[in-house]
């Protein structure tokens, strides 16, 4: 243990950098939305902190659906937990950056791009329709980035996880945890920079009052504006308030919303790689981030999400508890968005456009489970019970046959200027309901405890799923009706209460989806998909390390383009994978973090020109390497640095075309001061520090561009 006495400093000293941000902002014509700086000169009372070595926090309770919520040593799955704290640290601001310490996550776009929401987890999509939740219950994600300041913490649960929440490919779920009143009053500010010129302002404010405090309040409001790096003008604005009342000691009800509305204008273009006219055997080299290839000025990417929900927690006595919820989502989209279409290895391409996409998805969820502990003899029972019920409705603008513009239009050259093109054409908002969707479900789990270090987990869940989907004419175009019950096992081992062995299997089922513009049957929907899992783990948490490894199989049912560029559900898909991380804590204030993740990914079953080959946009390699350093002569000083490393992936199912392998850089560093009894804290992060252009292949015959080296700064002042 080591004990430091800061000196008295003259109260200015320390908010002049907070001034001279502010400045910067208000010379953009953005007013901080609170600012409380006194710059008199009276000096601070000497501060002594004590630092001890630091103890590994216990992450919060993952929400395992019809696991209850339990600890991730519980859990007998693969998670993990990124807190409020660490977003902040690493000023993240997609969800690709949030998990980008997870060897088994790829981020498969950057924040300005339509594919910002997408993630692979051990090589398979997140199902944008299931395989994201807001604190536990559904929202579409396509086209979505969902502003992270508002939230306390976002997990990520992989694997196959249909007996856990329903319907969902076996990639795994991310739940988005909002953020909840305070016990104590709390208020916080920040204003941020990020290059090129996008500014941002963060309130946060939270606390409880009334007789016994028994009313509870979480207020949090975001602002961003500004030109990014490449070319987009972004302006973003997101709000969220939470509220509960403890009507009794038992008893709690709460509500919680949030808004956001997020532009983008310009500089939004992805990659197709056609296979029917891409005539080499290899990629044009990557091109930078910065680079501008917006051909249309008006070419925009527009998003709206909102999220309503309320409910009750009943404690109804010292071993069950009640939670039942309903919430509403909505999203929509309004874009004129622009693709590049690459012709060749030399970097020649066509551009198309595709002016009218303009869906509108709603999300409704009702849930409700009891859990508890019940005693047999010498067994105890964690059980959870419960019941679902969710509708989806999808509306999309009626367009003419003119929507995807360009096929044969005008080109360019990633090396050149993209050209200027023009766009007045108009399409009536003739809204029609071209999808609904239903889920009704029954579940139940029972952990039998066994011996203290023995357990067994049995669970079910019964699902009755409808999907139908429509013409503009509002013809039926296909229909679904499923009543699968996916089950799961479990046996778990705990030597010592910080350490757990386990093996688990859990099947799932998937909606099939629609197929993507690049396919001769664009538009078509297809029948769900099955899918298993069979894991064997270790999870430790000691006070200076922790560790956690996991051998896993998947197979699922398979999506490909076949030899006439028809997008066909047939076959199997085979996930062999080995994933392994940890993490040690020296007493110098070192902390050292590895990991890397191994997929086997194939074509299991499919037709014999596909047989045994690679999945596309799936690395075989992945892995990661982390440093973070306290800075005893400074202190309240934390410098990080960290590296990722992604295998080179095929981009086609024939396996013809591979997308390089990369490695990316990161650095960043913190510094925490007292100021007048609150805490001031500086960030900066700098990404991508050698600049390396780099190609995402998002997804089949799919690219995007890589985020070009970028700094943030940020300063955060809590009261």
Do not use: C
Not at 323 to 336: C, E, G, P
């Amino acid at each position: 243990m080591t004990v430091i006495a800061i000196p008295p400093l003259p109260r200015h000293a320390v908010p002049l950098p907070m001034q001279a941000l502010a400045a910067a902002l208000l010379s953009t014509g953005i007013s901080p939305l609170l600012w409380a700086a006194d710059t008199t000169d009276t000096v601070l009372d000497t501060v002594t902190v004590t630092q001890q070595t630091p103890q590994w926090v216990k992450a919060p309770k993952v929400a395992g659906g019809a696991l209850g919520s339990r600890s991730d040593l519980e859990t007998p799955f693969s998670t993990q937990t990124v807190t409020a704290e660490q977003i902040a640290d690493k000023q993240a601001a997609s969800i690709g950056k949030l998990f980008a310490d997870d060897p088994s996550v790829e981020a498969k776009g950057n924040t300005y791009s339509m594919s910002a929401y997408a993630l692979n987890v051990r090589g398979l999509r997140l199902d944008f329709t299931n395989g994201y939740k807001l604190d536990g219950h559904p929202f579409q994600m396509y086209g979505v980035e969902l502003p992270l300041e508002l939230f306390d913490n976002v997990q990520l649960l992989k694997g196959a996880t249909g007996f856990l929440y329903g319907i969902g490919a076996p990639g795994g779920i991310v739940n988005y945890v909002s953020k909840k009143p305070t016990e104590q009053d709390t208020l916080s500010i920040d204003l941020g920079y990020t290059s090129d010129s996008l500014f941002k302002q963060h309130l946060d404010a939270g606390g409880r009052f009334g007789p016994e405090q028994r009313f509870g309040y979480r207020f949090n409001v975001v602002q961003e504006r500004g030109e990014t790096y490449n070319g987009t003008h972004l302006e973003r604005s997101a709000a969220s308030l939470y509220l509960d009342a403890r009507l009794t000691p038992d008893l709690t009800w709460y509500a919680n919303g949030f808004f956001q509305e997020r532009d983008l204008d310009g500089g939004i273009t992805s990659f197709n790689v056609p296979t029917a006219r891409f005539s080499d055997t290899s990629l044009p080299g990557a091109i930078s981030g910065r680079k501008d290839l917006t051909a249309y000025d008006s070419s925009y990417y527009n998003s709206t999400a909102w999220l309503a929900e309320t409910g009750v927690k009943w404690q109804l006595n010292d071993q069950w508890n009640l939670d039942t919820s309903y919430a509403h989502t909505l999203k929509r989209i309004n874009s004129s968005a622009e693709t590049v279409n690459l012709l060749d290895g030399r970097g020649n391409y066509y551009i198309g456009l595709n002016p009218f996409y303009q869906p509108t998805l709603t999300y409704d969820s009702v849930q409700s489970k009891f859990e508890g502990d019940v005693q047999t003899g010498a067994w105890n029972h964690h059980v959870v019970a419960g019941v679902g019920l969710q509708w989806l409705t999808r509306d999309l603008n009626q367009v003419s046959a003119q929507e995807y513009i360009g096929a044969n239009g005008a080109t360019g050259n990633l090396d050149g200027s993209a050209p200027q093109l023009s766009y007045d054409g108009y399409s009536p908002r003739n809204f029609y309901e071209i999808s609904t969707y239903q889920q009704r479900s029954v579940f139940a789990s029972d952990t039998l405890n066994f011996t203290d270090q023995w357990s067994l987990l049995l669970g079910a869940r019964y699902m009755d799923y409808k999907n139908d989907n429509y013409l503009y004419s509002g013809a039926s175009s296909s229909k679904y009706h499923e009543q699968p019950t996916t089950p799961t096992y479990a046996l778990m081992y705990s030597p010592r209460p910080d350490t757990t062995f386990y093996a688990s299997y859990v099947e799932a089922l998937e909606d099939g989806g629609s197929v993507g513009t690049t396919y001769a049957n664009a538009n078509a929907v297809l029948a769900p998909l099955k899918s298993k899992q069979y894991e064997l783990g270790f999870k430790t948490q000691r006070a200076d390390w922790s560790a956690a490894a996991a051998l896993f199989r998947i197979e699922k049912g398979a999506k490909y383009g076949n030899a006439n560029n028809v997008l066909v559900a047939d076959g199997t898909l085979r996930y062999d994978g080995a994933e392994a991380e940890g993490q040690y804590h020296f007493a110098t204030g070192t902390t050292v973090a590895a990991g890397a993740t191994y997929l086997h990914a194939r074509y299991q079953q499919a037709a014999d020109n596909v047989v045994d080959n690679a999945i596309e946009a799936v690395p075989r390699w992945q892995g990661n390497l982390s440093v973070k350093q306290d800075v005893p002569a400074l202190q309240g000083v934390q410098l990080h640095a960290d590296a990722h490393y992604t295998g080179d992936q095929y981009l086609d199912t024939a396996n013809t075309l591979q997308a390089p392998s990369f490695v990316i850089f990161n650095l960043g560093a913190s510094y925490q001061v007292p100021v007048d009894g609150h805490r001031l804290t500086y960030r900066a992060e700098l990404n991508n520090v050698a600049n390396r252009n780099y190609w995402i292949a998002s997804a089949a015959n799919t690219l995007e561009v890589g985020a070009p080296r970028s700094l943030s700064l940020n300063v955060q002042l809590d009261f």
